[in-house]
């Protein structure tokens, strides 16, 4: 078989994409406008998440959003703008946010997340983990009595999708967690959770697929498209045109505008959030925690230590606002009040952008406005959990086999 796909978008899920069409024998090109050295996929939290399958529009999170929305400090901030396309994501944002979505879409959201974590383990065999892959759980840690009660709701909410989870007090954390101090009231350990360091992931799958023969044009912006009729034939770039038989589109928050040459009008806003990362810490956590009451990631990779957070809804090129690191700080400290760390300079905060469809679930799957094009984006806060096992669905759709699992619900044109 010699057909070639061209992937637009070098992020984790243009890789992985890259990397299950590579192993079916396709010709591939990966096109990224930067060099895969950086971006969304490298400085994040490095969950493998199956415990995550409550989609983020959930009930009361519209009332939250209103509420935070009045301080640029708060977990979850949209900045107020007059903007068509934020309006109508809003809208449907606050449409899906009700009990009754949500209880159609977890299933479908577990179905992916599942299936993701197998082939994640499976992508580790077979390039070696050089990527600090740990596959020990990651701990819920609460404070507050309110938090813990909906924790416990949550972790039998898991149980019904075979999730196992330990529900634990805080002395039996500490036990687990002897070289830093804790002040909780107590957590729940999802065992099947695993973490890695997302840029050595990266990484990895870089150097794999450079050595498999996929091509990757690197500092080459797409800007169109050339069509016969109804059929994409090739990608005009800022550095020549790639010629393809299948297009994947996989350009994470910038979706919707590699989109709209096609035509095609996609809902989906950046999420920013800030990461910092501490290296060789002197003393580290041994298990990854969310922090449920202030919504922050931590993250022990090796004996480097990442915490990160924070949603902002501010379009693609907003400033960093330093305050919303240092509330991730925050709460790191209080949670963890001897850790050996101090507030980083300016220039070590990152922040990436999570590209966020209305309901929380991915687009996967066919645009009927051409037909050979295959979408894969809108990944929001899951993208790594969910990269390998959408890498795997791509090539099923693109060789047009029966899907691993059920994609309806990702449909790519669901909020026509
Ligand atoms: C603070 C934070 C913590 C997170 N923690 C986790 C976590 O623990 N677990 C998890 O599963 N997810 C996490 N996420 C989410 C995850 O990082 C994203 O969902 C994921 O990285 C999105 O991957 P992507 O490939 O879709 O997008 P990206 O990584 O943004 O890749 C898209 C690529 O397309 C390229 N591109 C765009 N337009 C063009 C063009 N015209 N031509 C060429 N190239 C183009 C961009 O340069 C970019 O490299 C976190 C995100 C943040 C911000």
């Not at 890789?15 to 990224?32: K, N, P, R, S």
Request: with cysteine; glycine share 10%; net charge neutral.
């Amino acid at each position: 078989m010699s057909k070639e796909v061209a992937i637009i978008g070098g992020g984790v899920i243009g890789l992985c994409c890259a990397f299950y069409l590579q192993q079916e024998g396709y010709e591939v090109t990966v096109i990224e406008q930067g060099d895969i050295s950086s971006g969304t996929s490298f400085g994040n939290a490095g969950y493998i998440s199956p415990s995550h399958f409550i989609p983020l529009a959930s009930p009361g999170i519209v009332a939250k959003g209103l509420r935070w929305m009045l301080s640029s400090s708060s977990t979850f901030y949209i900045k107020p703008r007059l903007d068509r396309s934020l309006f109508q994501w809003g809208i449907q944002f606050w449409k899906k946010a009700n009990a009754r979505t949500v209880a159609l879409h977890m299933p479908h959201l577990n179905n992916i997340l599942h299936l993701s974590r197998e082939l994640t383990s499976e992508i580790k065999n077979v390039t070696g983990n050089h990527f600090r892959m740990q596959e020990i759980g990651c701990f819920m840690l609460y404070k507050n009595p309110d938090t813990e009660k909906h924790e416990l709701e949550l972790a039998r909410e898991a149980a019904h999708f075979g999730i196992e989870t330990k529900i634990m007090s805080a002395a039996e954390v500490q036990a687990v967690e002897p070289d830093v101090q804790l002040n909780i009231r107590g957590g729940v350990l999802y065992p099947s959770d695993c973490h890695l360091h997302p840029g050595d992931f990266m990484r990895t799958l870089k150097d794999h697929l450079l050595q498999k023969g996929v091509h990757l044009k690197l500092n080459t912006r797409a800007t169109g498209f050339e069509k016969n009729i109804n059929t994409v034939t090739g990608v005009i770039t800022d550095n020549g045109k790639v010629d393809c038989d299948q297009l994947v589109l996989a350009t994470g928050s910038w979706l919707p505008v590699m989109a709209r040459q096609l035509g095609i009008h996609l809902l989906l806003q950046a999420g920013k959030g800030y990461s910092i990362t501490f290296e060789n810490i002197e003393r580290n956590l041994r298990y990854p925690a969310i922090l449920v009451d202030d919504r922050v990631a931590m993250t022990p990779m090796g004996g480097d230590l990442r915490m990160g957070g924070t949603m902002e809804i501010s379009g693609l090129d907003s400033p960093l606002l330093i305050k919303r690191a240092q509330a991730i700080f925050k709460a790191a400290r209080n949670y963890y009040p001897d850790l050996p760390v101090s507030f980083p300079a300016r220039e070590q905060i990152w922040s990436g952008l999570r590209p966020l469809s209305p309901d929380g679930l991915p687009y996967i799957g066919r645009h009927s406005t051409c037909d050979n094009l295959t979408i894969a984006g809108g990944h929001a806060m899951l993208g790594l959990s969910l990269a390998a096992g959408t890498g795997k669905l791509v090539e099923e759709i693109v060789s047009g086999k029966k899907t691993s699992i059920d994609i309806s619900a990702f449909d790519v044109e669901r909020y026509r």
